[in-house]
């Protein structure tokens, strides 16, 4: 109310060199009074005003400059940060941090659409995700939280899904059997894979090309990038790096989980290759970092985010599964494979690398609530990004990987998916735990 009539007052102050906007110019929303970050890395505009008409963001002001009409609904930010949504490039809709996949997935796969895709979607649009692409439910259900999303039925991030895996082989990785994989044979069924994939709706191709041949891999990235898909590629080792690599994979394409491994570098072709063929960057920290920040900090169990809009009974079941930590199958990895992959990624990042928010949201120690803002926070303390390369990386950069020009900067035009963040993030990147409203499609969500 107070941040009503401070505006009212400043209106009448000066009304006659604003550009008022009139009310049947249909704005339905503004926000006020926050420092604004544009998602481009442009200098902050502190005591900003965004006007919203419907979905979209309709003007950007100053305070006592644009005025609010009338009767608008404001969302007071003042002393706060205003930023466009967060856009994480790696999320999973259908787990939500139990420590035990197969224990999960024999259990759980009747309750996924009732209890626990609504509750791993609500809980990342709350923390201030606002579009996210899925790299592992299955299909069907995939399709579906889709729909139910877009629809409004379901209140969640927008969703962006890939298809199954297309792989060479059906052998189960990381014990994940629940994985849905599409065998690729050869090179002319590789191509019509893809085809039939992008008929069947898919937003991206993904891939998991440790296996998959040379020829088969150019197929692949030959196929998808004709008919306007990105590709994001999961592997781990150099080789198979290289190969992808020498076989195409291109602009705009991601390498999920990249700096896997002990070693502390990469040769130099192959970061050569990364930079000069455009291919963005997500390392996933936080998928396995998740697990050692169990260990250290015990204590993150007691978050009582763990257990919001999760039954009792699953939320009991996840605490269970953290009992013989040191004994967790990702424990080994992610204690001793640290070093090597943040000396990667450092080298990368030094390289003038393109690094995208990829959180691996859902996984293993790694809950919904606290993923995208902990995969920035090491983005910046361990990687070395500023604080602006890490917004930049879960807004503008992400929405490039993504294709969607309406998406991940506040600007004239654009989607208005907008969040408040209690804090200053370009401060203390840490403050984008504090996620304090949340605006989605043009209405407030949080
Ligand atoms: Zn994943």
Known sequence: ?????TRLVGVLLCASTLPVVAADDGITLAIAGGRLIDGYG?????DSVILVAGDRIAAIGLEGELAIP??????????MTVMPGLIDLHVHFDIIGHGDYPHWFSNYENRMRSDIIPAAAKIMLHSGVTSVRDLGTDISNAF???????????????????????????????SKDFVDTWVVENPRDARD?????????????????????FEELQAI?????????????????????????EAGLGSGDTIEHVGEGRQPAYPDDIVDMIIEQDVYLAPTIIAEEGIRQLY??????????????????????????YENLQRHPLFGRAVLGRDGKIAKLRQLHAAGGNFILASDSGTRGNP??????????????????????????????AARILRQRDLGAIAEGKLADIIVVDGDPLMDIGAMRNVARVIKDGRVVR
Request: charged letters at 25%.
């Open 1 to 5: 109310m107070k941040t009503i009539l």
């Open 42 to 46: 442009g200098t902050p505009l502190p």
């Open 296 to 321: 250290l900090n015990p204590e993150f169990l007691d978050h009582p985010d763990w257990r919001r809009y999760v039954p009792a009974d699953l939320y009991e079941d996840i605490m269970a599964s």
């Open 368 to 397: 919904h609530f606290a993923a995208a803002w902990r995969e920035m926070y090491f983005l910046v303390r361990e990687v070395g990004l500023t604080e602006m390369e890490a917004i930049m990386a879960g807004t503008s950069e």
């Open 70 to 79: 009338d009767a608008v609904p404001v969302v007071d930010a003042n002393g």
């Open 221 to 245: 990235y030959d196929e998808a990038h004709r008919l306007g898909m990105p590709v994001a590629t999961h592997l781990f080792s150099q080789h198979a790096l290289r190969t992808a690599l």
């Open 144 to 174: 579906w939280l889709r729909e139910e999303i877009n629809s409004g039925r379901m209140q969640g991030p927008r969703p962006f899904i890939a298809g199954p895996f297309l792989r060479k082989s059906t052998t189960p990785f990381v």
């Open 193 to 213: 894979k893809v085809r039939q994939l992008v008929e069947m709706g898919v937003d991206l191709i993904k891939t998991q090309d440790e296996e998959l041949s």
